[in-house]
């Protein structure tokens, strides 16, 4: 096993990649900006080493400055957690150059599936129903015109190298598209450093379905069911929950399969999501593929009873799959609450700050992820999420039950927070009878926006 693992992040995922490396007897380095000297995960590693001044550019995102991190303090392999390089095919190159191992797919997997054009044209390819859309990159407006005339409006743009709703936006017409069309390469270059998009026929009111794919160097490849990622807002994920309220077995094993299937085409290794549109009609488009663990992986892990971290060590180490399909078995539902330090009643705006009071609650089946402390000041150079809150029950009722109790007892003072926002749509009509598609934010929010109105002009 490896003897010493770097972990290339922040905030709470470092923190859990580092817990799972103490279980597994692998001695562990952080590192970390200016910044985020005072972070838990720095407190908790054996080693640390300062990596440079607050902004990613200069400290999480330099592949330089983490390769020689490593080599100072002798790590033979590198987890990128997710976010900043994770999914950098060119950071996972230099790794294997480098012999360090890194936990995760190759950098050809990454490569190919970082690329959303050539990754849905290979799924294409055996089998898995992709969206329509363009077949090559879009370099000009009238090329974004003439593309969706052909397959028809609604469409929605999106980087090539991109991810997490960024560079995305949805042109209900024309004249949308021309508005939005260099906002979204502006945004793709700004956040991928190239402006590349491509575009894909918007599919109204769906569900975000993923199903968790492991595989290790042997070939053997599994998924691990389905997640229902649909409640968020600007393509940002808010609440996940496994398994989907709106799958049966039938549709979770067809899709899975194919998963499987898609995975298996590429030589896929390591931990995985393939992300797919589900329409009203449980018609299916493969949408694109994270070559990372999720932030969302923890309501997996509660379901099936399987630490994700672990298993991507192990398998970056070189053993087989812990499991069999048939032995994959879901128990009971999970759900996930992301906490935010925002303002929900002033558009979400970010809130870095002193938490200046902390009261995590506990009890069974519930799970805090989370980097924060009392007295733990939030840096204003990252993302907001300050915690995980993730229950567990018998079946998707009792998980509701447990995510209001848990929400009504974590108190964090001192900073704004989504916890309340949480509240009010785990206790909402709409997500308790689990009828819901991605509009669910903006409806909500509009909602909210016409009671207040009302409730002026009365007063």
Known sequence: MFKKVLVANRGEIALRIIRACKELGIATVAVHSEADRPSLHVRF????????????????????RIIAAAEITNSDAIHPGYGFLAENADFAEICESCNIKFIGPTSTVIRLMGDKIKAKEAMKKVGLPVIPGSEEVVKTLKEAQDISKAIGYPVILKASQGGGG?????????????????????EAKLSFGVEDLYI????????????????????NIIHLGDRDCTIQRRHQKLIEESPSPVMDEKLREKMGGLAVKGAKAIGYENSGTMEFLLDKENKFYFMEMNTRIQVEHTVTEEVVDIDLIKEQIRIAWGEKLSLTQD??????????????????????????GEITSLHIPGGHGIRIDTHAYAKYKIPPYYDSMIAKVITHGKNRNEAILKMQRALDEFIIEGVKTTIPFHKEIISSPVFLFGNYDTTLIEHFINFRGHKEKEQKVKS
């Open 45 to 64: 590693a054996d080693e640390d080493v300062c990596i440079g001044p607050a902004p990613p550019a200069s400290s999480y995102l330099d592949p330089k």
């Open 327 to 352: 032995q994959v078995v879901l128990k009971g539902h999970a759900i996930e609450c992301r906490i935010n330090a925002e303002d929900p009643e002033n558009d979400f705006l970010p809130c870095p």
């Open 200 to 219: 894909e026929k918007y599919v109204e009111s769906p569900r975000h379905i993923e199903f968790q794919i492991l595989g290790d160097s042997l070939g």
């Open 166 to 186: 960024k560079g995305m936006r949805m042109a209900k017409d024309a004249k949308d598209l021309e508005t939005y069309f260099e906002i979204a390469q502006q």
